[in-house]
T-cell receptor
Framework: GESVGLHLPTLSVQEGDNSIINCAYS??????FIWYKQESGKGPQFIID?????DKRQGQRVTVLLNKTVKHLSLQIAATQPGDSAVYFC??????????FGSGTKLNVKP | EAQVTQNPRYLITVTGKKLTVTCSQN?????MSWYRQDPGLGLRQIYY???????DKGDVPEGYKVSRKEKRNFPLILESPSPNQTSLYFC????????????FGSGTQLSVL
């Protein structure tokens, strides 16, 4: 079946540094990926998405990179701020009805 | 404000006592879904619904029921809760076009004693 996984359960960065959160997936036919942010006590919130016909997509302070050769995607957060502290999930949605989520990386931003 | 509303936020119950967690969305979304979130595991889909009166099993449907009598509501029913259903539950919705964003509720923390 599908599987989506994150590489590190916890990542600590200094405020102002860049953060990189990684994710791997198993299905080479996957064509749509999403990153979510989940703050404590809240539901996941959409951050950015990318389709398999792209290698890179940029948003405000965030960039998602997709490497289809090794089935890997990453979320880069520039100039990490305390408000970025949260759990980050990648998800795959190639089957319209189903989303497959990774287990999450907890990002700790140190002042 | 566009939102997905779940109730209750917290629920403690005992084994075997039927309960319902409600979910409502105000975005006229066709697609709604329930997930459970457990430590060390990603969100796992319980049930989903493509539209009114159309529901289907996700990856972990055992012990759960759902109904979709109205477009805006998608309640999750535990007929006879057991301790292994202690979890954090999320309802989500989106439109019926591939690539539409999935909107989540704030979650329901359920403890079954």
């Amino acid at each position: 079946g599908e599987s989506v996984g994150l590489h590190l359960p916890t990542l600590s960065v200094q405020e102002g540094d860049n953060s990189i959160i990684n994710c791997a997936y198993s299905n080479s036919a996957s064509d749509y990926f999403i990153w979510y942010k989940q703050e404590s006590g809240k539901g996941p919130q959409f951050i950015i998405d990318i389709r398999s016909n792209m290698d890179k997509r940029q948003g405000q302070r965030v960039t998602v990179l997709l490497n289809k050769t090794v089935k890997h995607l990453s979320l880069q957060i520039a100039a990490t701020q305390p408000g970025d502290s949260a759990v980050y999930f990648c998800a795959e949605n190639s089957n319209f009805n189903k989303f497959y989520f990774g287990s999450g990386t907890k990002l700790n931003v140190k002042p | 404000e566009a939102q997905v509303t779940q109730n209750p936020r917290y629920l403690i119950t005992v084994t075997g006592k039927k309960l319902t967690v409600t979910c409502s969305q105000n975005m006229n979304h066709e697609y709604m879904s329930w997930y459970r979130q457990d430590p060390g595991l990603g969100l796992r889909q319980i049930y989903y619904s493509m539209n009114v009166e159309v529901t289907d099993k996700g990856d972990v449907p055992e012990g759960y029921k759902v109904s979709r009598k109205e477009k805006r509501n998608f309640p999750l029913i535990l007929e006879s809760p057991s301790p292994n259903q202690t979890s954090l539950y999320f309802c989500a919705s989106k439109g019926n076009v591939m690539g539409e964003k999935l909107f989540f509720g704030s979650g329901t923390q359920l403890s079954v004693l």
